[in-house]
C-alpha cells in the first residue's frame, strides 16, 4: 500500500512539475506567467520576479493565477467556454490554439510574448483590448 501510494504521489507531483515549453532561443531568457497582473488597463497574465512584466511564458501544466486571467480573457474577449480553474489543461490549449490561429500568432498552445502582443485581453471596467511592451 505503501509503495502505491508512493509511486502514485510521484506521478503526480512529475505531473504538475512538467510545462513542457519550446527549448527555442527566445524562450530561453523568457519568465514564467506566474500571477495575473493589469497592464495598460488590462488584465495579463504576467511574472513577479523583478518589476512585473506581462512578457512571460506558460503552457500546457502551468497552475497559476495567471492561467484563470488567460482562460478569462479567452472566454470572455473570444467566446470560448473554459472554466477558470487556474490549470493549463488541454481545454485551456486547444482553445489558445484555436485564438493564435485567427490571431495569426505561431499556434503552438504556449502563452508568450507574440501571444499576448496579438490576442485581446480583458480590459478593467469592461470589453477587450490588446496591450503593448
Not at 9 to 20: G, N, Q, R, Y
Not at 32 to 40: D, E, F, L, S, T
Request: with cysteine; aromatic share 6%; proline share 6%.
Amino acid at each position: 500500500m505503501r509503495k502505491k501510494l508512493a509511486v502514485m504521489a510521484a506521478a503526480v507531483i512529475c505531473e504538475v512539475a512538467a510545462v513542457a515549453l519550446p527549448a527555442t532561443p527566445a524562450f530561453a531568457s523568457t519568465p514564467q506567467c506566474n500571477i495575473a497582473i493589469v497592464w495598460q488597463n488590462r488584465f495579463v497574465p504576467g511574472n513577479d520576479d523583478g518589476p512585473f512584466t506581462p512578457s512571460c511564458i506558460m503552457g500546457r501544466g502551468a497552475v497559476s493565477n495567471a492561467v484563470s486571467q488567460l482562460q478569462s480573457s479567452l472566454n470572455q474577449c473570444y467566446g470560448k467556454s473554459l472554466t477558470v480553474d487556474r490549470i493549463f489543461g488541454s481545454l485551456t490549449e486547444t482553445a489558445l490554439r484555436q485564438v493564435q490561429a485567427a490571431v495569426n500568432a505561431n499556434p503552438d498552445g504556449v502563452y508568450g510574448p507574440e501571444t499576448a502582443r496579438k490576442m485581446l485581453h480583458r480590459v478593467n471596467g469592461g470589453g477587450c483590448g490588446y496591450i503593448t511592451f
